[in-house]
Every structure is written in C-alpha cells, then in structure tokens.
C-alpha cells in the first residue's frame, strides 16, 4: 500500500481498537482486542494500565501490517477516562485492598467515591458551576479523596503521578508528561486560562496536589491533538512497531473523539436540519456501555445536572456541555442476558445464521417487527411495560448516582414492581425476569422498553440543553449501539426526527 497513513488507537471500556487511515481520511484497515475488567467489590472496577498498553501496541503492530514504517507520520490515542496511578519510578500502584499493583486504574464507571464526591458537592466551591452543580464519582477529584482517605499507605503516599488513561497513553508514546486539555478541563476541574484552582484542591482536602506546581497531576498541558515531544520514543517505537520520532498527537477521552468526529462532519447532500448551520446546531450521542451527550456553543451556557461548559476541551474555541447516561449498552446486555429466555434467544438466532452467528440484538429486531405486524409500530408493543433505565444512578440531568433501576408492568403476565440498585453489577440483589415472563416475546418487550427508556433519557437531556439556551436540531449518533437499527429509530421517535443509518455502520444522524 502506497501513500501516507495514520494509526488511530482507541480504548474503550472492555476493548483496544486501532485503525489505519489514509491521508484522506479512508480507514483501511482496523483490529480490535480485548481488555480486562475486575470487579473486586460493588461499584469498584479496576483494569491494569500494562495490559492496556500491551494490547495497545498489538493492535497496532496488527494494522500497520504491510505498511512501510516511513508512510505512517502519525499516531493518536483516546480512551475513556479512567485514573491511573503510578509511583516515581512510573510503576504501577495498586488501587485496591488487595494490593495488586497490576490493577492500578480505577476505572470511569467505578462508583466508590460516591460519598466523597457528595461532600465535595455539600462543599459549594465556585468550580461545581462548571459541572452543572454536582460533583460526580465518575470524575476525578472524588476518586483521588477515596484513594487518600482509604488506601494512604499502599497506595497514596506511594503515588507520584496520577494520569486520566488518554494521558497515560500519550506519555508512554513520548515520555512527555503534558496533560491534554480534554481531561483535565473535563475531569480534574481545570480551567484555562487560570488553571488549576487552588482555593478547590485545599477545600476538598486534597491540597498536597499542589506541591511542586501540581506535578502529580499535571502542571503542563496541550490543546488536544497538538504534537508531543520528539514523537515516538525509541522503546515505544519498537512496541509499536513505527519509526522512533513519529509525530503523536495530545490525547483525547474517547467519547469526546467520536464526538469531534460527528459534530464536525461533512453532512452536505443530506438534506439534514442543521445542513448549512453552524456545528452548534448539532448533538453528539456517543453510545456504546455508557452514552455521552456533546453539545458546543459559541458562549458558555450552564445546564443544571450537565458537565460543563469547558472551553476548548473538545472543539478549539468553542465551550462543551456533556451530558450522559452512565449504563447504556451495558444496561441492555444486563436486562437481555438476565432473561429466563435468554438461552432460547442464543438458539434461535445461532439456528438462523448456523454458520455467522446472527447477533441476538438483530434477531430481537426482527422478531419485535414480526411481532407488530399486525400494529401501527413497535413502540406500541412496549405501551404495558416501563423501565427506569438508572440501574447504575443518574448522570444527567438529575445528577443523581443514588438512583435505581425499575421496571413495571400493568398487564397480569407483567404485574409486578422491582427496583435494583446497581443491579448492573456482576451480582445484583435480585435476578432480572419479571414472573410469569419465561417466552421469547417477554423477553423481546423487556429489550424493547429498555431501549425505549434509554430514548427518552437521552430527550430528557435534549430538554435541559434546549432550556439553558442550546439551539439542537440534529442528533448524530456514533459508537457500537449506532449500529442497531432499532435503538437509533427510537430515538429518533422520541426526540421528533428521523432515523437515518450511516454507510459506514459508524455513525447515523436523527
């Protein structure tokens, strides 16, 4: 293959993704290898940053495969932003009561800096108007308090650099310890052209983060996709498979890459509301185990219960709002796996793709359509039975990680309430499967209502948005679940527009 290329490396919450691309923006090839996830405890999810790193490098050792090394002048990471902790010698550190130094991420969807982050919100400090009120565990000054206040002797005092997973990329790519501006404005509170605020980290009892010039967090940063460095190190290089000195971009969250990504593309021809409309006119929905809302303006707009607004931390120039569900993908693999008909589901749709293996998702599409064949839509289908959809809290706009799931149904063969409180983890306190709700069509109505819930969170965060002055007329979705065709139409039913999939299987628009 001829030409200039670029790798792109993403790492998602159980998987590391790489692509080739061409200087025109072609994707040739991609490969994709899993990652672990341990759940120690309710709400503690850990990962370790060297598997992360290993995998990393295999991907894309795997892409550039038949690439001269000289055609790829460029690489750039994303991935979600999960803490890493590392010691003066930039060894692991371990994050849970086990010790284990390889787990030393505390991952972004662990909850157990619930009550710290609370008191960070009881707190009231000026920096909580940026994330729309209330500090949430899934950011990272709750997780370093828990850190501090639980595990001072095996990991804090050990601790001497603390890293959001992009960074941690981009600094094991080059050595550099600059932050991208994307963390830390969207995670660690910064905000430039201040900085770091002080006056915070002493209020939250976290005021040793300000020896030597916040060195432990990061006291250099970048505007995302900047050059760092001198480019690839030498050892990095030989893992990776490139040249020492190609060039290596500052990092980005990985919901924050895919929204770059739809928010900026080229929609002529499409006939779509926002054709011809500033990017502002636009939502990112990146949905895949978790969904992230990503709305820009030209001036700084506050939502009461959504992150932001941050400057600069996803489009230069221009001020970010996200908002987000904190269980997406992930809630729908729990009601659908935890089914009483779940098997069956396995065998029918394996009996009728033997040789490809038809996704269950697909074949519960097909068979919600048969189904309504005799109604006006499959959104009635759901009329009987309702999910609350926050089995792992509220990110926005309630802001609320306390919540809990529910499903309800009216007709007798669903004549029941339950709730489950973080009924996502491996063990939750009761089994999903209603009573009586044993055949393939409960089971059908069950992923339907989720999916529905879902919808209509994501057009409860449309409507803070539009209230605080955001003027959204089109929704891009991207991510894993942006290839079911049934969770984009119902969004597109619950927000007012049209579903449209994208060609590529990447991204659709609503």
């Given amino acids: 293959m001829a030409g200039v290329y670029y790798v792109g490396v993403d790492v998602g919450t159980s998987s590391v993704r790489a692509a080739l691309v061409t200087g025109g923006g072609l994707v040739r090839t991609t490969a994709e290898e899993p990652i672990s996830v341990w759940e120690p405890k309710a709400d503690h999810y850990v990962q370790s940053s060297c598997e992360i790193w290993e995998r990393c490098c295999s991907v894309v050792k795997e892409v550039v495969r038949g690439v001269e090394r000289a055609q790829v002048r ?39 800096a619930a009550e710290q982050a609370a008191r960070i919100t009881r707190s009231g400090h000026r920096v909580l108007s940026r994330v729309g009120g209330v500090m949430s565990p899934e950011m990272q000054p709750p997780k370093l308090l828990w850190l501090k206040e639980n595990l001072k002797e095996s990991c804090w005092n050990k601790a001497a650099h603390f890293f959001d997973l992009p960074d941690f990329l981009s600094w094991k790519a080059t050595g550099s310890l600059t932050r991208s501006l994307c963390t830390l404005v969207c995670k660690w509170t910064y905000c430039p052209p201040e900085g770091w605020d002080v006056s915070f980290w002493t209020a939250v009892g976290l005021e040793d983060l300000l020896e030597n010039n916040f060195s432990k967090i990061g ?111 992930r809630l729908i693999d729990h009601m659908v796996k935890g089914h009483a008909a779940y098997s069956r589901l396995q065998e029918q749709a394996q009996q009728r793709s033997p040789f ?41 706009p309630l802001a609320d990680p306390t919540l809990k799931g529910m499903v309800r149904g009216h007709e007798s063969r669903f004549d029941v309430t339950y709730d489950v409180k973080r009924s996502t983890d491996s063990q939750p306190q009761r089994v999903i499967g209603l009573p009586l709700s044993q055949t393939l069509e409960d089971l059908a109505l069950l992923y339907l209502a989720t999916v529905q819930a879902l919808a209509l969170g994501t057009l409860h965060i449309l409507e803070a948005l539009r209230e605080a002055g955001h003027d959204v007329r089109t929704l891009f979705l991207c991510g894993g679940l942006s290839k079911n065709s049934l969770f984009v139409q119902i969004h597109a039913n619950a927000t007012g527009g049209d579903g449209e999939d994208g060609e590529s299987g990447e991204s659709c628009s609503a």
């Fill in 74 to 112: 460029g690489i750039g990471f994303d991935a979600t932003c999960s803490l890493v902790v590392l010691d003066q010698r930039f060894q692991p550190v371990p994050v849970g009561r086990d010790g284990d130094p390889q787990r030393n991420v505390v991952m972004w969807m662990d909850h157990r």
């Fill in 219 to 329: 006291s250099q940063t970048s505007p995302p996709g900047s050059p760092l460095g001198d480019g690839l190190t030498q050892e990095a290089a030989a893992d990776l498979g490139l040249d020492p000195g190609t060039a290596v971009g500052a990092s980005l969250i990985d919901a924050h890459a895919g929204g770059l990504g739809v928010i900026g593309a080229d929609v002529r021809g499409h006939h779509l509301p926002c054709e011809g409309q500033p990017v502002s006119s636009r939502m990112a929905v990146i949905c895949g185990t978790s969904s992230c809302h990503m709305a820009v303006s030209e001036r700084p707009l506050f939502v009461p219960g959504v992150w932001g607004p941050y400057l600069s931390a996803m489009v230069p120039g221009l001020w970010l709002n996200e908002g987000g569900q904190s269980a997406t993908g």
């Fill in 356 to 396: 490809t293996g038809e996704n269950v998702y697909s074949y519960l599409n097909n068979h919600l359509s048969l189904m309504a064949s005799s109604c006006s839509a499959v959104d009635l289908l759901g009329s009987s039975l309702h999910v609350w959809p926050d089995f792992h809290g509220n990110r926005s």
